[in-house]
Structures are given as C-alpha cells and as structure tokens.
C-alpha cells in the first residue's frame, strides 16, 4: 500500500527557505502515472494548492508562488522534495505531500502533513 | 484565477439526517469539481471527484452532482463518523483552488 510521509525543519527563520521531502514507500514514485506535489494549510485556514511535478521533471505551480517554488524528484531514493524560498510569517502553514493521478486534477493521497512555523 | 465559494460556512445535524453542501465557481468547469473531507488534525480524504465518481472505499452515502458553476455534495444518512471540513476543489484550470470549507458537527 502506497504512503507519503513529509520531513523536514518545523522551524524556519524569515527570509531563509524552506526545504521539505515527501518519501514515497510501497511503490515506486518513477515510471508511474502520477504526479507529485504540495499543499499547504495555514493554521485555522483553508487549503492552497502549492504545485506538482512528473518524475520526469515536468510540471506546474501555483502562479503566486512560482517565483519562490521549485519541486524536484529524486528517483533512485523514491522522494520528491520542496523548496520555498524568502519565506515570511505568511508561509507558516502545515505542508501536505499529495498524489495525483497523470490526466487528473483531484489528489487521490496524501501525507499526513508537517507543520512548518516561520519564525525568528 | 477561478474562485470557490461553499455554502453553509457551518452545519449542525443530527445522525440520519440528510445533510447538502453547495459548492460554487466564479465561472464554468464542467464537471471539474472534487470533494474532500478532512478531520481535525488529519489530512484531507478524497471523497467524489469529477463531480458525481464516488472514490474507491469511501461510503455510498456520500453522493456529488452538477455541472458548469454549482455543485452539490450530498450525505444521505449523516453518521456519526461524518463530522470534520468538507472542502471542494476545482481541476478545471491552474491554479487549482479549494473552496474555504463547510464544517459539520453532529448534534
């Protein structure tokens, strides 16, 4: 049974970036046809769509972040991972791994989500 | 960018009552209209996507339907476990927004 399963810093400072990893157990995150990617949800607050990404490097970002956002996928450790950079009290939020399907735009699994607190 | 609303932010009902959350977009998305529901310190779960294709182990009871701007998620018999945010979400077009949500308590 597939699962995701986020890492990464609970704690980052204004400014600096963000860097979080999704690893993929139970099935492989290459060859497949899924996309890869991330959501966010403030506290108390709704859901954003963050972006997605194919193993092979293609994909899409939500526009308002996209100058601040890169997705990347590491095949060989079956792991996708998320940078945001010059981060603000703005990014606190809990961060969500999810899957979709190739041809879809719903996210069928996810992560059970890390909170991340931007904060000096 | 397409704008969600939800209708009622809140609902309060009781086990077995027949339960509807209304789901609007700024402009038309065909059928391209998924819901979720999340509960409290949990992710959210897939529910109906496509806006009436019920996913795979979630319940009969929950059943989605409409076209083009207003969709509808519909509980049958809400049971106790059916408590939590219902968030629909449009895959019409980037960026692919979520509604804010309809919280249901059970009375």
Known sequence: ?????????????????????????????????????????????????????????????????????????????????????????????VYYCARRPRGDWYFDLWGHGTLVTVSS | DIQMTQSPPSLSASVGDRVTITCRASQTISTFLNWYQQKPGKAPNLLIYTASNLQSGVPSRFSGS?????????????????????????????????GPGTKVDIK
């Open chain 1, 1 to 93: 049974q597939l699962q995701l399963q986020e890492s990464g810093p609970g704690l980052v400072k204004p400014s600096e970036t963000l860097s979080l990893t999704c690893t993929v157990s139970g099935g492989s995150i290459s060859g497949s046809n899924y996309y890869w990617g991330w959501i966010r949800q403030p506290p108390g607050k709704g859901l954003e769509w963050i972006g997605s990404m194919y193993f092979s490097g293609s994909g899409s970002y939500h526009p308002s972040l996209k100058s601040r956002v890169t997705i990347s996928v590491d095949t060989p450790k079956n792991q996708f991972s998320l940078n945001l950079s010059s981060v603000t009290a703005a990014d606190t939020a």
């Open chain 2, 66 to 98: 409409g076209s083009g701007t207003d969709f509808t998620l519909t509980i049958s018999s809400l049971q106790p476990e059916d408590f939590g945010s219902y968030y629909c979400q449009q895959s019409f077009s980037t960026p692919f927004a979520f």
